[in-house]
Antibody
Framework: EVQLLESGGGLVQPGGSLRVSCAAS????????LSWVRQAPGKGLEWVST????????YYADSVKGRFTISRDSSKNTVYLQMNSLRAEDTAVYHC????????????WGQGTLVTVS | DIQMTQSPSTLSASVGDRVTITCRAS??????LAWYQQKPGKAPKLLIY???SLESGVPSRFSGSGSGTEFTLTISSLQPDDFASYYC?????????FGGGTKVEIK
């Protein structure tokens, strides 16, 4: 069964740091790329970052480059997003999403974890 | 980054209506375009990828078309479960980008 469970959200002051986690079922973690996609309250979807399932190559949106770092721990089937120098505009629900095998699209999503920067 | 523009931002329709949503890319993305449905408080659901490929389990009343810079999502006969927001996403290149969304409301 495909499972993605995010955790670690919360309230943080501007300029602060936070790490959110995504625990994935093993069948996902071992062979698929995983991404973080965020949604500010009442707003649309914004892709944040991706880590490749094959070679750990990472990609970032310009809006977070240099501030956020994505990583994965194979022993825990978990992907992390370390967020530094947080700004009010980073306030959003952060979803973990699995990439489809067919294309760079997201076929399974977690329910998300809310990060509030205030 | 490639900019994605959706229209309309809001659409009012009735059950049984044929509904079309448009998505335009700032430059050609070939057929690398996906569509998602999102209901309030829920995660998005993949409907279509590669412009016209229907994701497994998605009803056949949903269809996608287009290539290059202009794409459409069509719902052939709107059902009560279809009132939701819809987003396009280009999967041509990183940074991946979404359209601003279209909310389909009950008329």
């Amino acid at each position: 069964e495909v499972q993605l469970l995010e955790s670690g959200g919360g309230l943080v002051q501007p300029g602060g740091s936070l790490r959110v986690s995504c625990a994935a079922s093993e069948i996902i973690f071992s062979s698929h790329s995983l991404s973080w996609v965020r949604q500010a309250p009442g707003k649309g979807l914004e892709w944040v970052s991706t880590i490749s399932g094959s070679d750990n190559t990472t990609y970032y949106a310009d809006s977070v480059k240099g501030r956020f770092t994505i990583s994965r721990d194979s022993s825990k089937n978990t992907v992390y997003l370390q967020m530094n120098s947080l700004r009010a505009e980073d306030t959003a629900v952060y979803h973990c999403a699995k990439h489809s095998a067919a294309a760079t699209v997201f076929d399974y999503w977690g329910q998300g974890t809310l990060v509030t920067v205030s | 980054d490639i900019q994605m523009t959706q229209s309309p931002s809001t659409l009012s329709a009735s059950v049984g209506d044929r509904v079309t949503i448009t998505c335009r890319a700032s430059r050609s993305i070939s057929s690398w375009l996906a569509w998602y449905q999102q209901k309030p408080g829920k995660a998005p659901k993949l409907l279509i990828y590669k412009a016209s490929s229907l994701e497994s389990g998605v009803p056949s009343r949903f269809s996608g078309s287009g290539s290059g810079t202009e794409f459409t999502l069509t719902i052939s006969s709107l059902q009560p479960d279809d009132f939701a927001s819809y987003y396009c996403q280009q999967h041509y290149s990183y940074g991946l980008t979404f359209g601003g969304g279209t909310k389909v409301e009950i008329k």
